[in-house]
């Protein structure tokens, strides 16, 4: 089993829409959890840590299932400038990375 | 500004042409590290470092060397580049919290 699971998508949804993806990991030590933003060709910004109680950031919301080993991510009220691709990050003795999940918001 | 530095942003080189890719932090930070990445493949760690004087390999470490001289400073060197390290190539520093703060990438070509 891979140490992060994540779905590429692409998730091609309208402004407005909600879209909402999960993020697997194998090492149960994660012990803190991240989601990332990263725009075509640029590096990653950080866009919100994930806490066991979840936690919003506006339009964006955050969970994570330690039970299950997943965190996930929502996004409320798409906008066009929410197209990017989103990265899960998690740490223990290290930091391990999922490939992505693609979110392309049309007008 | 904080902000992690790295160069050249953009090279073309050839087989076996020793090259270095400079990363500086100004953050303080003591934990620095380097990735590439690779279509469908995600961001994976070539090196990372704890702090000065202290390397150690990451998942894909063959083919790159890297060292740690001052604390701000992370430099990555190929010393005979192959055309399967093609990539894009980021530098990182972390805070102790575990935010990484990335580079704007060097995307590496060799032919």
Known sequence: ?107 | EAQVTQNPRYLITVTGKKLTVTCSQNMNHEYMSWYRQDPGLGLRQIYYSMNVEVTDKGDVPEGYKVSRKEKRNFPLILESPSPNQTSLYFCASRTGTGELFFGEGSRLTVL
Do not use: H
């Open chain 1, 1 to 107: 089993r891979k140490e992060v699971e994540q779905d590429p998508g692409p998730f091609n949804v309208p402004e407005g829409a909600t879209v909402a993806f999960n993020c697997t990991y194998s090492n149960s030590a994660s012990q803190s959890f991240f989601w990332y933003r990263q725009d075509c060709r640029k590096e990653p910004k950080l866009l919100m840590s994930v806490y066991s109680s979840g936690n919003e950031d506006g339009r964006f919301t955050a969970q994570l299932n330690r039970a299950s080993q997943y965190i996930s991510l929502l996004i409320r009220d798409s906008k066009l400038s929410d197209s990017a691709t989103y990265l899960c990050v998690f740490n223990d003795y290290k930091l391990s990375f999922g490939a992505g999940t693609t979110v392309t918001v049309r007008a």
